[in-house]
C-alpha cells in the first residue's frame, strides 16, 4: 500500500514572494511576443540589474549555481588547485569547484552572532594551490571583505563573493557583489528577489565577463537573438561552453522584482526588529546579527536554539503549530560525497561545529505580519520550554 505525506496547512509559511498582476502582465507580454530565449528582456535586465548595483554590466544565468559555475570556470581552475570555501553554505560553491576538477578547502566561520567565513582561518588555509576565496554573506550580511579582499591581495588569489542572500546591498563602502572579483546571485523562488530560478553575475575585469558571457551560450560568436535581427545565421564557437542562459519570462519577472526590492526589503527589516525584540527575552536563544544595523537584505532569521535542547523536537512542535521552518546550513564537510572524495576537513571547525546543531531558520517575509512574527516567537518559546523538561538533566 502506497503511503502519502501530508503537507501541513502553514499558518506562517518559511519564505513567500510578492509575485502579483505586475508580473503576471509581464510574463504576458513576453508570451505575446513570441520570443522566449534570451532577447531584449534579458539585455534590459542585465542593464536595470548593473546600474542597482553601480557597475558597468551583467551577465543573467539560469541559477545561482550557473553563476558560481561560470565564476570558477572563467578563473580557470581546475585539478590540482584549491579553492576556500565556508562549509557553513548552501552547498553549491564547493559542489562547482569540485566539479570543475578543483578541492574545495573548508573554513570555519567567526562566531555564533556571526555566522560569515573567518579571515584568520582563511589566512591559515592558504598554500601555494590555492586559487580562489569564497565569501558568502550569509542570510544577507556581509562578510568580512576588508579583510578578505586584503588577504586575496597579499596572496594573489581570487575572491568570489555568494550574494545569493544579497541583492543591491550596499555595506563595507561599495555594493555587495561588486567588491569582490567576481560576485555571484541567485533569484530563486525563496529570495528577496525571485524569478523562479535564475542568476547573475558580475565581475571587476570586464574580460573576465565577457568570458562568462560567452560561456553561458556554448561559446557561440553570436546569440540566436542577433543571428535572427540580422539575417546572418553564421556562427563560430571560441571554446567549450555551456548552456546557462535565462528565459525572457525570467527576466521579465526578475525586472519588476528588482523595482519592488527596496520596498519589500524596508518591510523586511521591521519585521526583523520586532523578531530581535521579541527573541531577546527568550532564554538561551541567540539570533546572529542582533546588532548589526547596516545595510542588509535580510534574508534569513536564522536563531540558535539553547544548548541542550533538541532543535527536531522544536521544529516538530512549530510543525505542528503550522509554522515552517528550515535549517541554513548543514555544513558541507558533512555530507556523503565530501567526506568520501576530500576525506577529513584539513583542521577542525570548532565554531561551525558548535553552531551548526543548533541553527533554525524562523520564516521571514515581506508578506508577513506583526502578529506572525508574535505566533511564531510564542510558538518557539513555548517548544523550546518543553524540549528543556524533556532533556536529561
Excluded at 502519502?4 to 507580454?29: F, G
Excluded at 532577447?39 to 542597482?52: K, L, Y
Excluded at 558571457?213 to 542577433?226: G, I, Q
Amino acid at each position: 500500500m502506497s503511503q502519502t505525506t501530508t503537507v501541513p496547512e502553514w499558518r506562517v509559511n518559511l519564505a513567500d514572494n510578492t509575485i502579483d498582476d505586475d508580473e503576471i502582465q509581464a510574463v504576458s507580454d513576453v508570451l505575446r511576443s513570441g520570443w522566449l530565449s534570451p532577447g531584449p528582456q534579458t539585455r534590459a535586465f542585465e542593464s536595470e540589474f548593473a546600474d542597482a548595483l553601480g557597475c558597468p554590466a551583467a551577465v543573467a544565468v539560469s541559477s545561482g549555481t550557473a553563476a558560481l559555475h561560470l565564476a570558477v570556470l572563467a578563473l580557470g581552475i581546475g585539478p590540482g588547485d584549491e579553492v576556500i570555501v565556508p562549509s557553513l553554505s548552501f552547498v553549491a560553491s564547493a559542489a562547482m569547484v569540485a566539479l570543475q576538477g578543483g578541492t574545495p578547502v573548508f573554513a570555519d566561520i567567526r562566531s555564533e552572532t556571526d555566522p560569515t567565513i573567518d579571515p584568520a582561518d582563511v589566512r591559515s588555509l592558504i598554500t601555494e594551490r590555492t586559487k580562489a576565496i569564497v565569501a558568502m554573506h550569509y542570510g544577507g550580511y556581509p562578510a568580512d571583505l576588508a579583510a578578505l579582499a586584503a588577504l586575496a591581495d597579499e596572496y594573489g588569489v581570487a575572491l568570489i563573493e555568494d550574494a545569493a542572500h544579497a541583492p543591491v546591498v550596499r555595506a563595507a563602502g561599495a555594493v555587495l557583489g561588486t567588491i569582490g572579483d567576481l560576485g555571484c546571485f541567485s533569484f530563486f523562488a525563496t529570495k528577496n528577489l525571485t524569478t523562479g530560478e535564475g542568476g547573475m553575475v558580475v565581475a571587476r575585469d570586464p574580460a573576465l565577463l565577457d568570458r562568462i558571457r560567452s560561456a553561458r551560450s556554448h561559446c557561440l560568436s553570436s546569440s540566436t537573438w542577433d543571428r535572427l535581427r540580422s539575417g546572418d545565421a553564421d556562427y563560430d564557437v571560441s571554446d567549450i561552453g555551456l548552456n546557462y542562459r535565462p528565459t525572457e519570462i525570467a527576466s521579465a519577472i526578475g525586472r519588476v522584482q528588482l523595482g519592488k526590492l527596496a520596498r519589500d526589503r524596508e518591510r523586511r527589516g521591521a519585521l526583523t526588529a520586532a523578531y530581535r525584540e521579541r527573541l531577546a527575552a527568550v532564554p538561551g536563544v541567540v539570533a546572529p546579527f542582533a546588532h548589526y544595523d547596516g545595510d542588509s537584505a535580510r534574508h534569513l532569521m536564522a536563531v540558535l536554539v539553547p544548548d541542550g535542547v533538541d532543535r527536531t523536537d522544536v521544529r516538530s512542535e512549530l510543525r505542528e503549530r503550522g509554522i515552517q521552518t528550515s535549517v541554513h546550513y548543514r555544513p558541507t564537510h558533512h555530507f556523503t560525497f565530501y567526506r568520501e572524495r576530500f576525506g577529513p576537513v584539513r583542521h577542525l571547525l570548532p565554531v561551525t561545529e558548535a553552531v551548526a546543531p543548533r541553527l533554525l531558520s524562523l520564516p521571514l517575509h515581506a508578506l508577513m505580519t506583526d502578529d506572525d512574527v508574535a505566533l511564531v516567537v510564542d510558538g518557539l518559546s513555548e517548544s523550546i520550554s518543553r524540549s528543556s523538561e524533556r532533556s536529561p538533566s
